[in-house]
């Protein structure tokens, strides 16, 4: 097949989120604003970038309310789920309705350098001022460096995979390197 036949090819895109949902992922919110103006949404699509200079990429749909905030502000927090926090992300992603400020409801918040709220008890929290934007289609690829790390090493995270919210079992924490 010719390089040009390739380029027309079209993946249908029920196959490419049946196959996304194959891939599981520790469990995000990522907070973003101040005091009223404040919303965030549930993500999986966080990753480390560089630790040289400590960054990370998320991407938010440039359809959601989150995203007019981050250009705004220009910060985001990063709050990596524990295993017992299923609540926050289903309030950040929208479940019962939550819009902005509601979605912070039944959490306990607090600040760290950038004074975007971060959720107290997460099982790592990367506090992130946003270096680099990249548009592509539907979506903006987000570079924060990192300005501040909060970490619990004594819980399990929250894991999402094939449509559900996941935790690591026993078995497979016995077997997991020390």
Not at 72 to 93: E, G, M, W
Request: hydrophobic share 40%; glycine share 6%.
């Amino acid at each position: 097949m010719d390089t040009g036949m390739r380029a027309r090819m079209v993946v249908d895109q029920s196959a490419f989120k049946l196959s996304m949902r194959q891939l599981a992922g520790a469990v995000s919110v990522v907070t973003v604003g101040e005091r009223e103006d404040r919303t965030g949404f549930t993500a999986t699509s966080v990753s480390s970038l560089s630790a040289d200079v400590p960054s990370v990429i998320v991407s938010v749909n440039r359809t959601s309310s989150s995203w007019p905030i981050v250009e705004k502000y220009r910060r985001f927090c990063i709050n990596v789920l524990a295993a017992d926090q299923q609540h926050v992300a289903q309030s950040f992603a929208g479940f019962g309705g939550r819009k902005g400020i509601a979605r912070y409801a039944d959490a306990q918040w607090y600040c760290l350098a950038t004074g975007t709220a971060a959720l107290r008890n997460a099982l790592t929290v990367l506090d992130c001022e946003l270096e680099t934007v990249f548009n592509h289609h539907s979506h903006a690829v987000l570079i924060g460096r990192i300005c501040a790390i909060d970490t619990r090493e004594d819980v399990e995270p929250l894991l999402y995979w094939r449509g559900g919210y996941r935790r690591l079992s026993t078995d497979a924490m016995a077997d997991s390197p020390t």
